[in-house]
């Protein structure tokens, strides 16, 4: 349930996110009536993205009836792929977003067709809902009642935050938002590719290697609150094969050290400071010892 509350809190923000963006442009430009452009674009993305959901978990529901194993093996691994995807791009493209938004306005108003401030709206906020559905159809695929509502609370909690945000009642460290996010949603995101491996696996496609490197299904059952919790969350398995092991430890270990890179504080800034406080204090002493230097010449 945590992890589909995160999921869907997270994509409703980034939503928030734009809407907000392009509301306080907006009004910061004194164009207070066009924000109808701009509600009617993010109503209609809402209305679309319900009627996607529906239309894809059909889908979804009939392939995997089919295909078995496996849909769910390519499901998991196109849904990690997806996930991955989304969470470097928001990395390394959040800074962008203003600038980029803005500039889409100011082409709107400038050519005078006002509904692409609804198209602008419409896109971004489809794109967020889009993915919601397919992480969601990979997570309700490990455990549907835990899906309904970490996503219902999620999406319930993301509403309440994008109004304040809009009004501009509150203000979140986007930054820190999202490096946080992005962590839990790695944990997530190899958890869905240790459940792909194991389709895989299953179907003899991939060995095993080691069938069970461990087995604390005495400790710690898949079965119990704990561990059912664990299972959805980072794909925890009582008696893990050593092939699902080496899958979750690579994805971790590579995925993760791009994402401590991308989220490293610049270091930039503080040198500059630094040699800016050293030339001052350079400047300082160089003035100190002309004083001296002529005070004493007299």
């Known amino acids: 349930m945590l992890v589909q509350f995160i999921l869907t809190l997270r994509e409703g923000l980034e939503a928030a996110l734009i809407i907000a963006i392009v509301a306080a442009y907006l009004t910061k430009i004194g164009k207070n009536d066009l924000h109808r452009y701009l509600w009617l674009g993010g109503g209609l993305a809402i209305v679309a993205s319900a009627i996607l959901s529906v239309i894809f978990w059909t889908l979804y529901g009939l392939a995997e009836s089919f295909a078995g194993l496996w849909f769910e093996a390519f499901a998991m691994f196109f849904a990690t792929a997806v996930l991955t995807y989304m969470i470097f791009w928001m990395a390394e493209n959040a800074r962008k977003i203003k600038g980029e938004l803005q500039e889409k306005v100011d082409v709107a108003i400038s050519s005078g067709q006002l509904l692409g401030i609804s198209a602008v709206a419409f896109t971004s906020v489809l794109r967020e809902g889009v993915e919601t559905i397919l992480f969601l159809s990979a997570a309700a695929s490990i455990s549907f009642t835990e899906t309904v509502v970490g996503a219902a609370l999620g999406l319930f909690v993301a509403t309440a935050v994008a109004a304040l945000l809009i009004r501009g009642t509150v203000k979140l460290d986007w930054r820190k938002f999202f490096l946080y996010t992005s962590g839990l949603l790695l944990l997530f ?97 160089l003035l100190f010892a002309l004083i001296l230097f002529f005070t004493v010449k007299k």
């Open 189 to 285: 995101a190899s958890g869905i590719t240790m459940h792909g491996t194991q389709a895989l696996q299953e179907l003899g496609v991939l060995p095993p290697v080691i069938k069970h490197v461990y087995d604390v299904s005495a400790v710690l059952p898949e079965d119990s609150l704990l561990g059912s919790v664990l299972h959805v969350f980072i794909g925890y398995h009582e008696a893990p094969s050593l092939l699902i092991l080496l899958v979750q430890i690579t994805y971790l270990v590579v995925f993760g050290a791009y994402i401590r890179r991308i989220y490293r504080p610049a270091k930039t800034g503080m040198t500059t400071k630094a040699s800016i406080r050293k030339a001052v204090e350079a400047k300082r002493m």
